[in-house]
């Protein structure tokens, strides 16, 4: 069986691809959906995915995890999780969402995990200018190169923390591990909020929240992480502040999972930011009503600041996205 689960990975085509080409197509008022969505695509075709559906009901996943976590390119064990992230030598260790977060609170109450390792995470406006300069933080996303599971197989995960012995169990994952810890904080998170947990989950909340047509900004790479750079071109592509975007965040999990939300009164820049390789298209979020952020808020440690009295800007981290009314 293990065999035949193997030899299923040289027919994997670009079924589930069109699939979620076709589903985007039906929904977003855009023609094609951005490289890096649908680079996140399940490579699982429809019949593996039926196959691991029925080991699954069966109970049967554990003796087959190996080829499962392979051909569907999720992380099930923290020493995938490490091969898959700390590929570039040129940088620092990604930061840990571990032992070196800082929770806060969001307006909606919602806490987060924020890096502190290097870099300024929250700035003002006024700090980016053109010709001028800012240190960047890291812009890595722990786990970037992992893939949403198929919207039929994700039904049958247990996504409760109320059931996570059962989900660790199903993933491989051992107790007090990172991805022990990964699970948790997320579970915790999207049990208050909306989270996605496959590409038709993340096009449905944005239906519903922004309507069908819709454009999406993300920053284009990871370029400038932990430098000092040069602000280049400043543009803005979305000044409304009575028309809220949605922004959704990449949360560690075994498979892909976004914690989305609204942001009221923000405004959304796309900023040129030059290195010494070459030049990085980063988009930054502005809030300009920050009255109901906890007054602990790293923002606020670092700007000298309260609640209210000042807008708190930052970049949107690889594999995160905003999305904006077209």
Known sequence: MKHHILLLGLLIGSQAENSFSQYWEEHIGLPHPPHWLTAKVSPLSLHQAKMFMKLMEENDLASHL??????????CSTNALIKKTI???TLPPIAQWNEAKLKYEYPNETPLSVARQGGLPYFQESMVKEGGFISVPDLRDPLSNKSFLPR???SKISFSFTRIEELKKLFGVVDESNMDEYIQDTLKI??????ATSGEDLIDFVVEKLG???RAWSTESIEGSYMNVKIGVVKLIHGNLSEPPALCHSLPFPFQVYYCHVLQKVKVYAVDIHTQKKVNHAIMACHYDTSTWNPNHLAFKLLGFGPGLIE??????QNGVIWTRG
């Not at 190996?66 to 992380?75: E, G, H, T, V, Y």
């Not at 999207?190 to 989270?195: F, G, I, L, M, P």
């Open 152 to 154: 039929s197989l994700v």
């Open 312 to 317: 708190v800007c930052h970049w949107i981290n």
């Open 87 to 89: 590929d570039d030598t």
């Open 190 to 195: 999207c049990e208050q909020s909306t989270c």
């Open 212 to 214: 069908h047509h819709v």
């Open 66 to 75: 190996q080829s499962f976590c392979k051909l569907a390119n999720i992380a």
